[in-house]
């Protein structure tokens, strides 16, 4: 059987891609898999308005990790591997948007439906955005993070339920950057000011919730030898001591349950917005 021409230049495009980020160190070596994976899985099911809008998304986010990543490795708050991300990232933050394209993908269904998923999908790609804006942008906020959970609890940067009202600016403004480049790419065939609307809302509110279940379910952990707290179960190659949170509950559990929520409060707004 022939494989149509298409196909092959949509793989094409995503293998040069991807091959691009490896060689400029935005991902590593399994952070490549995973982004061919999802990538592909995009492209084929929504398109290629679908698979620019992540494009943009993976840029805007790996531009603003290596934003003054020295000063956040000094305070212990860079991205590991030098802000390479790897491929637990890489499904956590665009796992939900590739099963919202792969179900777009599925020749059945009618055109309303077909607007849920892509509607879907811009909810979890937005929250994806806002959210790691949030981490990145607010790391370097000069004034001290607060507790979401307690606003008048401060607490080290870079632990998570930590947010600074730099945090949120960059927050809304991630999720804006989103629902322009969806509207003005047509992902989903509604008027443009509901697109940047239902983004807006719905990346903000999933990043919010991505904070809460930081500040209350992720395990967190205290190193044994500095007394550090991290996110970590490891630290200077000792087994840390848990101090809260459930167990195997960790960042990337928490960035696929808040994108898969961003995309259910998408698919609402659409409902009410159109009610």
Known sequence: ???PLEIIIKLGVV???AIISYLNNMIDQM????AIF???SVILGGGWSWFITLLIFFVVS???TKFKYNYKKEIGCAEGNGGRRGWKNIIANGGVAAIAAFMEGIPIGNEFERVIYAIAFIGAISTATADTLATEIGLISKSSPRLITNLKKKVTPGISGGVTLL???ASISGALIIGFAAA?????NVPMIKIIAISI???FIGSIIDSILGATIQELYKCSICGVITENYQHHNTKAIHIKGFHLINNHVINFIATSAGALIAISLFFIFNA
């Open 1 to 3: 059987m022939q494989i």
């Open 15 to 17: 293998l040069l891609l």
């Open 31 to 34: 952070g490549t898999l995973a």
């Open 38 to 40: 999802i990538g592909f």
């Open 62 to 64: 790996t531009q603003f």
């Open 167 to 169: 945090g949120i600016f």
């Open 184 to 188: 003005l790419l047509n992902v989903a």
């Open 201 to 203: 809302i719905s990346g």
